[in-house]
């Protein structure tokens, strides 16, 4: 998010000022965009959710001509799969309901029967599905690292500066931001502070006095191969028990909410194994028979920036704090939201408004009145 909003404000020719990203790891290696599941989809229950990432997709489109610096971008490999979200006869009507929003939204979707599915997807066992939900185009998996740092490529091309340093603290004076000061001593001047801290964001706007109900919380991706192979592609497909399954050639990779779901320390990125054990390979092994039989090779934990209110991003303004800008709280689907966002914030430091996508329902007032906003379509 900080990548991307230094890209666009830098990008924006009605944009005079500075930009300094304030990073305490350049390597990223515990960041959420790094950990991700690295995919997009247009598959939500909101319009305005589902045009973000309807913009994710465009940036995606021209990602090489949009950040290429000297001719040269990050290869972003993008693989459009699509999502197959199933489910039972319990989950038809939500599923009915978000396809008819979808549809009009301009998203290319299809619902699908259970002998469908089974014959479009031969390995796949349909028993207990009522239906499913499929993406046909734009909804896919790209390599996250590579999407941010394109951003960050033409953002430092522009001239934003980026420095190795951690935002402390926060000196708030007449109802404004006018410095941050770093873990390394420094003091930073500013005429608006974006609060792009992912899942220590509440730390952050804790330092205007800003409460923000957005608290780390672990999700563990594992990855296994099958010596049985797929011959097809296969969309992501998110099953009725709520784990989510992938190709990521050769090998697959899956994921779950474990059951226990709550805030961890900063610094806890221990996997939670016994989910794999109890919950992702029973869901897949059902799902896909074939996967009765395969090898775990790789895990990692990273941390969802877990809105507590509604699972759903903040962004804008404080009321209080009117120069204090969040952009915060996209659980899982931050990464496809970044273009979108990115613009949006610049967009209110240029112009003092949105000019392209009103983000106003996505809003920080709703925390204080709380008053959800509601997606029924998150992972
Ligand atoms: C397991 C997992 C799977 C996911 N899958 C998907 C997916 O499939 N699709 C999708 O769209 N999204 C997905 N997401 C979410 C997505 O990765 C993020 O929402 C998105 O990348 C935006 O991240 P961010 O920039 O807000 O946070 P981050 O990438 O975490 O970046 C925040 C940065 O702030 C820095 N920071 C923290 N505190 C301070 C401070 N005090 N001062 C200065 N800097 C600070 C951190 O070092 C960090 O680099 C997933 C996330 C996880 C964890």
Not at 19 to 46: C, G, K, M, W
Not at 49 to 74: K, M
Not at 189 to 199: E, M, R, S, T, V
């Amino acid at each position: 998010m900080g990548s991307a909003t230094a890209y666009f404000l830098t990008e924006s020719p009605s944009f005079d000022g500075r930009v300094l990203v304030v990073e305490p790891d350049p390597t990223y290696a515990r960041a959420s965009t790094t950990l991700s599941a690295a995919s997009i989809r247009h598959q939500f229950s909101n319009p305005i959710n589902i045009a973000l990432s309807q913009a994710g997709t465009e940036f995606i489109q021209s990602f090489h001509e949009l950040v290429e610096v000297n001719g040269e971008a990050p290869a972003l490999g993008f693989r459009d799969t699509g999502y197959l979200f199933l489910a039972t006869e319990a989950g038809m009507p939500a599923l009915r309901r978000t396809h008819k929003v979808q549809r009009a939204a301009g998203a290319e979707v299809a619902l699908l029967s259970p002998d469908e599915i089974g014959r479009r997807f031969q390995y796949m066992n349909t028993d207990g599905l009522a239906g499913g939900s499929l993406g046909l185009k734009h909804e896919g998996t790209l390599d996250a690292n590579s999407f941010m740092q394109g951003y960050r490529q033409r953002a430092r091309h522009n001239g934003a500066e980026y420095v190795k340093d951690r935002v402390v603290g926060l000196e708030v004076e007449g109802g404004k931001v006018q410095a941050a000061r770093l873990a390394g001593g420094g003091q930073v001047g500013c005429d608006w502070l974006i609060n792009c801290a992912g899942p220590a964001a509440a730390g952050v706007a804790a330092m205007a006095g800003l409460e923000l109900p957005v608290e780390p919380r672990v999700r563990s991706i594992f990855v296994f191969d099958c010596r049985a192979q797929i011959a097809q592609e296969m969309p992501l497909t998110i099953d009725v028990t709520g784990v989510h399954l992938r190709r990521e050639p050769p090998y697959f990779l899956a994921g779950g909410v474990p059951r226990e779901d709550v805030a961890v320390d900063g610094d806890d990125f221990a996997v939670r194994r016994e989910e794999f054990e109890e919950q992702v390979w029973p869901s897949v092994a059902n799902r896909v028979p074939m996967f009765q039989e395969i090898g775990l090779k790789n895990c990692w934990a990273g941390h969802y920036a877990y809105n507590t209110l509604d699972q759903n991003a903040v962004i804008g303004p404080a009321e209080e704090v009117p120069n204090f800008i969040f952009a915060n709280g996209f659980s899982g689907h931050g990464m496809q939201q970044s273009a979108g966002v990115g613009r949006g914030v610049s967009e209110l430091v240029v112009f003092g408004q949105y000019r392209t996508l009103d983000l106003a329902e996505l809003g920080y007032d709703r925390i204080g009145r709380g008053a959800p906003f509601t997606e029924e379509a998150i992972i």
